[in-house]
């Protein structure tokens, strides 16, 4: 079925509705805390290194698909060449994988924001609070559907615009915010050791094992982070005009997206070392965040952390909302195409297939904190492991392997050109030929096989 596709308004109108997608939960939650665990200063410049190569082309390659194209990820590989046209169906899985755990983080940032309106500054920066919190059963089910269900009403009511205009308008209230609170936290009384933590690289005792793991995680970050490797951007792209450049929007929205993550690790990482216990403290995971800001708050006093405890949990939400909506229409956009059911119907299935799926993570701290598949912390990194460490990579690999040697580089450099000359096109070619196949296939296989106890890293 051949829809007319409506156009993004100029320029700018890409750059904002993409960057609204990429610019989420995965910058100010899942960032900071994977920069602590992954040495800090090395997972920072394995991630800058990573988003300028691997980032910049495969950012590229999507958008270039989907302008050429005209069309989303399923039927854009298919268009190119049929036999390839699975890329596009596999990579239709991972938001239908993130969409469950990333509402539970979701419910999270509501809970937190509650806990702020209530004014319970100093509770909220007890050591065990959030351990409490996310152990409960009532108050972990209850927040996860509460943001999915918030998402599901904004997809099934079709007002994404409206929430996407009042996001634009809260984006920069969030980066001025980010910017404060980074100082405040890189102001504290010992906070300089964890500055130095985050921005200097540290090669002591580095081994190959944990270069492989660091080169994984910054991988996985960098395709979630900019909503790479699941057709997104391929969706994004069918909509921009042809005069518009690809290259330079490519770059604004990775300096966009790379600032507010570079920001929230200011944030958190420098508190990990003025509150906790420094280095014994940076391998918290998904909990780091919700951990580390409200002693932050807390050192504000009970007015001022209050107050910014509020908007800062409001803002996040808001470009968790953007996000979380993104993942869904997504998913209910490729079921609807494919079964020809309604909205309505469709919306209703995402959201009971999500509340099945993701409630698993969202017990996962609790009830169900035994269960550690592939002997990973707990259900929602087992979930975030296999969408942003297994299929993604596997999705970037194919795509790559497909434009460089089946489609041919050349034919989306020809598409990028449209919009002005592509500086880049000798990096661009030589990322998707040979550096990412290669590099991503090695960091796969090894780290597949240490996940299943094969090999040892
Ligand atoms: N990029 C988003 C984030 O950083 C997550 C996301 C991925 C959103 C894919 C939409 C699609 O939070």
Redesign the pocket.
Known sequence: MEKSRSSFTGKIGFVLAAAG????????W?FPYLAAQYGGGIFLLVYLLLAITFGFALMCTEIAIGRKTGQSAINAYGKLNKKFSFIGWFGAV??AI?LPY?SVIGGWVTKYMTVYVKGDVAAAAGDSYFGNFVSNTGPSIGYFLLFLGVTAIIVLLGVEKGIEKVSKFMMPILIALTIFIAIYSMTLPGAMEGVKYYIIPNFDGFTLGKLGKTLLAAMGQLF????LA?G?MITYGSYMKKEVSIEKSVRQIELF?TGIAFLAGLMVIPAVFAFSGGEADVGKGPSLMFVMLPKVFEFMGPVAGRIVGILFFLLVLF??LT??I??ME?VVSIIMDKTGWKRKVTCVVVFLGSVIIGLPSALGFGVLSDIKPLGLDDILTFFDFISNSVIMPIVALLTCIFVGYVLKPKALIEEIEIGGKFKAKTLFTVVIKYIAPVFITLILVSSVLDAFGIMKL
């Open positions: 997608s990429a610019v989420g939960l995965g910058n100010i899942r991972v938001p993130i990333y979630y982070s900019m909503s699941m997104i997206d470009a968790a996000s979380s993104s993942l997504t």
